[in-house]
Structure formats: structure tokens, C-alpha cells
């Protein structure tokens, strides 16, 4: 999931944000599409049924998270985009209180104080100035936006039951996802900047639909499956960390101490929310 940063950081340059979020989904579901045409076809009466729910959910996690923080990426900070981000959990949390009703314990409490500290952390580089004199743009607003969608997302995705296997459900959200971006995409080829289909565009838009795609898309889905949405929910702080670590190998940024400071605690912190899990299942 993390490497979108590389493609919110490098691929916008290239590609214009909405093309390559409407690029990347329709990519995604034709390859899908391959693999699960005859299931599909034979449960037509199922999507029939899930339609309306297959929709938002491929409106918000591909549609708002697809393209809002490519756009964000165009006048905010990749600092910024991390710690705006890292608020998706917390709204995941606040959505699951009030609408189901779900129970948030004290160790779950204090793996997220950790894994805020931690992001806060590497985001900062341990330097309380930084913190300080952050300046927010438009573009936060965008990285506000896609945190929300995520959080709803992720919350329906687990409380709807769907009659879809994991990949089935995945190939109709892409789908969904590339039919809600597709106005937006059209306005902006023909008011604001054309897309250039070259080789630029091939590599972007093919890395973009496959590895944090398909790949994160559908481990994040059987994470849920066996965690519930929270605390899955909990394993975006895990995005900051390994973004930082793009940073080092991609875009020679130095590993520096607190690095390991930040990467030590949100890892405590995500083991102390699953501790709990297995206890309630031991009892």
C-alpha cells in the first residue's frame, strides 16, 4: 500500500492525477476480469443484488482514495500527506462506535497512542519545530478527503457480507471504482490536461494498478476478513514507515535514528491491538 506514495510523488508528473487514477482501476479490473469472468457471469443475480453497496464501495476506495491523493500531491507535502493520512484509523474507530456499536478497549487505545507517536515521529524526524511551523493547503483538504473515504471503505467492506469471493467482490469495486472517476476523468482531458499515452504513462498507470493495486487491495481485503475493520484499520500506520523507507532506497534519503525509534513503537503498538485479539479468542 505504501508504494503509492512513489506514484503520488513521481507518477503525477507524468500522468495527470485523475488519468491515472481512472488508468490505473480500469487496468485493474480488466486483469481481474480475466481470472473471474465465468464466476461472475454465473452470479449475476448476486451483483444484481450487491450492486448499490459494490458501488460505494468502489466510488470510495477507488474513486475518493484513487484519485484525491494524487491530486493532493500536486500542492501539498508527502510530510503533510503522512500525517493527514494516519487520521483514516481514527476515523475508522469513531464510524465503528457510533454505527456499530463496536467495542474499543484500553490496550487497543494505547497501540493507537503508540503508533501516533511513532508516525509523529518519523513524520517530524524528532524535531518538535517541524511539527510547529507545518503550513496545510488545498491539497490537505484532498488527503482529508481520501482518509475519510478509506475509513468508510474499509468499515463497509467488513460489515456487508457479500456472496462474492474476495476476488470477485474486488473485480466489480475496480469496475464501479473506474465508472465513478470516469466523468471527473473526462473533464479534466478536456478542460485541464490531456494525458500523453507513452511509455511514461505505461509504466505508471500498469505499477500503480498492481502493486498498490491488486496486491494491497486484496491482502488488505483477507486481513479484514480475519481482524475486523479496526483493527486492520491500525495497519495504515505501517504506511508511514515503510513510506519513509521508499524515501531511503528510492529517493536516497538518509536512515537516521529516529527512523528506528518510530518504526520500533508502531510496531508495539499494532502487536498490543493484536495481543488482545488472541486473548478473546483464547477465552
Not at 460505494?56 to 493527514?84: D, E, H, K, Y
Not at 465513478?180 to 500498469?206: A, D, H, Q, R
Not at 514507515?241 to 510496531?267: M, Q
Request: hydrophobic share 55%; aromatic share 18%.
Amino acid at each position: 500500500m505504501a508504494s503509492n506514495l512513489v506514484v503520488a510523488r513521481g507518477g503525477v508528473e507524468y500522468v495527470p492525477p485523475i488519468s491515472l487514477a481512472f488508468w490505473r482501476w480500469s487496468i485493474v479490473f480488466l486483469i481481474l476480469l480475466i481470472f473471474n469472468y465465468r464466476a461472475l457471469i454465473n452470479k449475476h443475480q448476486i451483483i444484481k443484488k450487491e450492486f448499490t453497496k459494490l458501488f460505494f464501495l468502489g466510488s470510495m476506495g477507488c474513486g475518493v482514495c484513487g484519485a484525491f491523493p494524487f491530486l493532493a500531491g500536486q500542492t501539498t507535502t508527502i510530510v503533510n500527506m503522512g500525517i493527514i493520512y494516519t487520521s483514516s484509523p481514527i476515523f475508522i474507530i469513531l464510524i465503528s462506535l457510533i454505527f456499530f456499536k463496536e467495542k474499543f478497549t484500553t490496550l487497543k487505545f494505547l497501540g493507537l497512542v503508540l503508533c501516533l507517536l511513532g508516525v509523529i515521529i518519523i513524520i517530524t524526524k524528532a524535531d518538535l519545530d517541524i511539527l510547529l511551523n507545518l503550513r496545510f493547503t488545498i491539497g490537505d483538504l484532498w488527503m482529508l478527503g481520501a482518509a475519510i473515504g478509506w475509513a468508510l471503505y474499509s468499515i463497509y467492506l467488513f460489515y456487508w457480507k457479500s456472496n462474492l469471493s474476495v476476488f470477485e467482490r474486488f473485480t466489480l469495486i475496480s469496475l464501479f471504482g473506474a465508472i465513478s472517476l470516469f466523468p471527473f476523468y473526462l473533464i479534466e482531458e478536456i478542460f485541464l490536461k490531456s494525458t500523453e499515452f507513452n511509455n511514461n504513462f505505461l509504466i505508471w498507470t500498469f505499477f500503480a494498478a498492481i502493486s498498490p493495486g491488486i496486491i494491497a487491495f486484496s491482502l488488505y481485503s483477507y486481513a479484514q476478513k480475519h481482524l475486523g475493520a479496526t483493527t486492520t484499520g491500525f495497519t495504515l500506520y505501517l504506511f508511514t514507515v515503510y513510506g519513509a523507507f521508499y524515501g531511503i532506497v528510492l529517493f536516497n534519503e538518509n536512515l537516521e535514528i529516529y527512523h528506528y525509534v518510530s518504526t520500533i513503537l508502531v510496531f508495539l503498538g499494532i502487536y498490543m491491538v493484536k495481543k488482545k485479539i488472541k486473548m478473546k479468542k483464547f477465552k
